[in-house]
Nanobody, 126 residues
């Protein structure tokens, strides 16, 4: 069993930055690939970024490439999403999710994730 708790959301102006954190519990958390997904009002949940359990592989959605970075610290049971140059269209609830996988596995679909956090709201507005 893995429990995930997101933090770091809030209100930010366009062009600003936020860093989301996801704290995980569970003895085998370090063997889980992690992903960030987001869901805007009236829209489906979409993939944002993911990282393998080794940290050696990662993937970003085209819409956030060059602006967002995903990282993890297995010693701290945490995964992070650094978001820079935020745009109003980045406004959404951001969810952290986990799935077991091989050392280099990077998940890309919400349906494949095993565990989910409750989400943190990011609002980009002037």
């Amino acid at each position: 069993q893995v429990q995930l708790v997101e933090s770091g959301g809030g209100l930010v102006q366009p062009g600003g930055s936020l860093r989301l954190s996801c704290a995980a519990s569970g003895r085998t958390w370090s063997s889980y690939a992690m992903g960030w997904f987001r869901q805007a009002p009236g829209k489906e949940r979409e993939f944002v970024a993911a990282i393998s359990w080794s940290g050696g592989s990662s993937l970003l959605a085209d819409s956030v490439k060059g602006r967002f970075t995903i990282s993890r610290d297995n010693a701290k049971n945490s995964v992070y999403l650094q978001m820079n140059s935020l745009k109003p269209e980045d406004t959404a609830v951001y969810y952290c999710a986990a799935v077991r996988g091989s050392r280099w596995y990077v998940p890309q679909t919400a349906s494949g994730m095993e565990y989910w956090g409750k989400g943190t709201l990011v609002t980009v507005s002037s």
